[in-house]
DNA sequence: TATAATGTATTAGATAGAGTAATACAACGA
DNA sequence: TCGTTGTATTACTCTATCTAATACATTATA
């Protein structure tokens, strides 16, 4: 997996891994069980510090998303705990995002367009 | 208008100050023309700094949503220039939030039922 | 047994952004 | 003239981010 972090960017770095990882989860470009790189390989790959992606990793697996050890490395975890709700945060960036696209005159077909194809196939579909 | 403020979020003052008011403009809680609070007022009744709400000010005027104006103060714009596209750092936090949302395992149709809500009436309806 | 690789902890420092604070200025209405 | 408007300026504190250099425990492998 590619991940590419936006220098101009306000977001720091290991939360654009972070995210991008998140992301790449969802995608199902990272399959559950697969081994991430190892902190020290992407570091340098990146030309970052290792102490960054350190904190990348630390940040997923305390929010669930993967499971680190000193035998295999970080790994993907194979259930991924379901909270079933988006948090309070994730809600007001949504309207945020939406307010601003409708101000720009995106139309609503449009947004909704994305979310599906963000979601992607749905398990319920 | 009332703009609150969570101390504990990681999320800028002056940003969640402009945030609030580009969604009170899309919700229609904020008219075309209406004037806003004075800085020095919104400040002295947030128990903030001037500046801070100026560089809130600053920033919407910049982004073509209010016009400020030593006369009348800060008013929202009459007509709002539409881009009539997402820009790419919402497409990417947009990407970001749909799959958080889906790997907690939040159905695709409580996605687009936020999205319907938060965008509201759609003129093209 | 020795070596290498894994994630992690520690400590220190540099840098930038955020926020506060105190003033001051120009423009305009009353 | 006086008050209010947004804004500019300058300085300071505080915090987060990131880098840097090591070191450690654990485990597979030669």
Do not use: C, H, W
């Not at 220098?7 to 991008?20: F, G």
């Amino acid at each position: 997996m590619i991940i590419r972090i936006d220098e101009l960017s306000d977001v720091p770095i290991y939360q654009q891994i972070r995210n991008q990882i998140v992301m790449g989860i969802s995608d199902g470009e990272l399959k559950a069980g697969e081994q991430l790189p190892t902190v020290r390989a992407l570091a340098l790959e990146m030309g970052i510090n290792t102490m960054t992606v350190s904190k990348a990793y630390q940040q997923l697996k305390m929010e669930g998303y993967i499971m680190t050890d000193r035998k295999f490395g970080a790994r993907v975890r194979m259930e991924i705990e379901k909270q079933g709700s988006i948090s309070d945060t994730n809600k007001t960036e949504l309207k945020r995002i939406v307010s601003e696209a409708r101000l720009s005159g995106v139309p609503k077909q449009e947004l909704l367009r994305l979310v599906e194809e963000y979601y992607g196939k749905d398990s319920q579909d």
